[in-house]
């Protein structure tokens, strides 16, 4: 199994092939299981995905009415022609926050690395697919490619809120998109490497800290950013600029960082956004002033 | 290596809105009610850390009394849990504590009814991907190297062997092995680490060995 992402390039561009080829190859060999198995496995994740956007784009509120339909409003908004940051860049982010949206509203998604993150991987996806003329092989490659990054990121650092804060979460989702556009796009491994560890490196220092400590504000736009971050990155990688840091000294830097994070701001909802006076507000009216007076 | 497969970092397919507090949860629920092995009539859940302060607003709760009653982390009716318990006649009572636990994401599961009771603590790491840490008061010690088969038996000779007959019969190697008892003849535990997957059909030819309680496997 491969430890590093120093160790996955290696692999991959020693043998020519591209990053997802290794992760479903490693795949196979861990569930003694089929080549077809496999792919099948990943396409119904990706199937769940698409339905979430779908579901999303039609308007979707959560269960406490705090986030909701603004997948709609920035669809809408793309298509008056009016928006400034490019269409492409605006539809991940669309589609980012509709993942989000149906995750706050307990509806059915794929943790891609987790469920409050789960919007940056397919959003970025929907968003690139055209204008990459992806197939529905290329498709659940992205996901393959995506979970490559995000396997090292899990075995190295973390991808849990409460254990590294919003980095570990949105921060790996958006390296992960960032390295599998690059791939998508035809770029070489290391420049997978590269846009992650981009990507990764502008997420550094975010911290979780969730509004009455639901999974809705701020993390539905924090994943719409992470969309944005990530084909920004994948770019970057792809004009060839390169990342002074290597990719997996990224990781470590995450990992350390999130160490040193206090617990208020690790998903306690004790600290950060969560702690603003209107945070404090919105949470009472949830969650009556009982619980208010306990925290 | 805590996570082994793709499939743990894109997956699971899950009800929002928490990989970590809603998916973990269900799966810390559904190994307790599967190793329990029957519908309980009470279920007491104590929540600790990062788990005590947001359980509400991440349907902590639900998941975890959906998970109990066999409800997968993608099953619509999650939301509706607590009603659902009712309905079938379970009470369920939350507890939370500020005692501190190794992990920020930790649940201990008591389930009981007229026949016996039956306890786990899990430990949910990221991603839905969950350890079970202590199970009816045996501590559990597993790598998290690989898949793991945890057996609860009758503590009573070739008990062992013929749990270990069966993975070598099917060429399975062990990785790590535990036993544990409380008191000798009694109930016992083993946990025990394999490289490979394992199938479904040898999960069944082991629960049907004469010694074995209940079979249960994760990491998977």
């Known amino acids: ?295 | 290596m805590k996570y082994r497969s793709v499939f743990d970092i894109i997956g699971p397919v899950m009800v929002g809105p928490s990989s970590s507090h809603t998916a973990g949860a269900a799966r810390i629920g559904l190994m307790a009610g599967k190793l329990f092995g029957r519908q309980p009539r009470l279920a007491r859940i104590t929540f600790y850390g990062s788990f005590a302060d947001t359980y509400r607003g991440h349907g902590t709760d639900v998941a975890i009394v959906g998970g109990i009653m066999g409800f997968d982390t993608f099953d619509l009716r999650i939301p509706q849990a607590l009603d659902i318990a009712k309905e079938r006649g379970i009470d369920v009572v939350f507890e939370t504590s500020d005692a501190l636990t190794d992990h920020p994401n930790t649940a201990r599961v008591h389930l009981e009814d007229a026949d016996g009771t039956f306890e786990i603590v899990g430990i949910s790491i990221g991603g839905g991907t969950i350890e079970i840490t202590e199970l009816n008061g045996f501590p559990l010690k597993l790598s998290g190297g690989g898949p793991a088969l945890v057996v609860l038996h009758h503590d009573r000779f070739g008990a062992i062997a013929a749990v270990t007959g069966i993975l070598a019969k099917h060429e399975l190697n062990i990785g790590h092995m535990e036993v544990s008892r409380h008191e000798k003849g009694k109930q016992a535990l083993m946990a025990i680490e394999i490289d490979e997957h394992l199938s479904k059909d040898v999960l069944a030819e082991i629960e049907r060995l004469p010694q074995i309680e209940r079979v249960a496997i994760f990491g998977e």
């Not at chain 1, 208020?264 to 007076?293: H, M, S």
């Open chain 1, 1 to 295: 199994m491969f430890k590093s992402v120093e160790e996955l390039v290696r692999s991959a561009t020693e043998r020519g092939v591209p990053i997802s080829e290794i992760m479903i190859e490693q795949e196979v060999h861990v569930r003694r299981s089929t080549r077809e198995d496999v792919f099948g496995m990943m396409e119904r994740n990706l199937e769940v995905m698409e339905e979430a956007v779908e579901r999303a784009l039609q308007g979707v509120t959560s269960v406490t009415g705090l986030t909701g339909n603004d997948a709609v409003l920035m669809q809408d908004y793309v298509r008056s022609g009016k928006s400034l940051a490019g269409d492409l860049i605006l539809d991940a982010v669309a589609k980012a926050i509709g993942t989000n949206e149906v995750n706050a509203a307990m509806g059915r998604i794929c943790a891609t690395p987790t469920a409050g993150s789960a919007g940056v991987v397919p959003g970025t996806l929907f968003a690139v697919k055209d204008r990459l003329e992806m197939d529905r092989e290329a498709m659940v490659r992205y996901l393959f490619t995506s979970g490559a990054f995000g396997f090292v990121v899990a075995n190295n650092a973390s991808i849990s809120g409460a254990a590294g804060g919003c980095q570990a979460e949105v921060g790996s989702a958006t390296g992960m998109a960032a390295a599998a556009i690059v791939e998508a796009a035809g770029g070489t491994p290391e420049q997978s490497a590269t846009a992650f560890a981009i990507a990764l490196k502008n997420m550094l220092g975010l911290v979780c800290d969730p509004v009455a400590g639901l999974v809705e504000v701020p993390c539905v736009k924090r994943n719409a950013m992470g969309g944005a971050n990530a084909v920004v990155a994948a770019d970057m990688a792809l004009a060839g600029i390169t990342s002074r840091i290597p990719c997996d000294e990224v990781i470590s830097a995450m990992h350390e960082i999130g160490q040193m994070m206090p617990t208020a701001l690790k998903e306690t909802a004790r600290g950060g956004l969560a702690n603003t006076p209107t945070a404090r507000r919105l949470e009472k009216n949830i969650f009556g002033a009982k619980e208010n007076v306990e925290k």
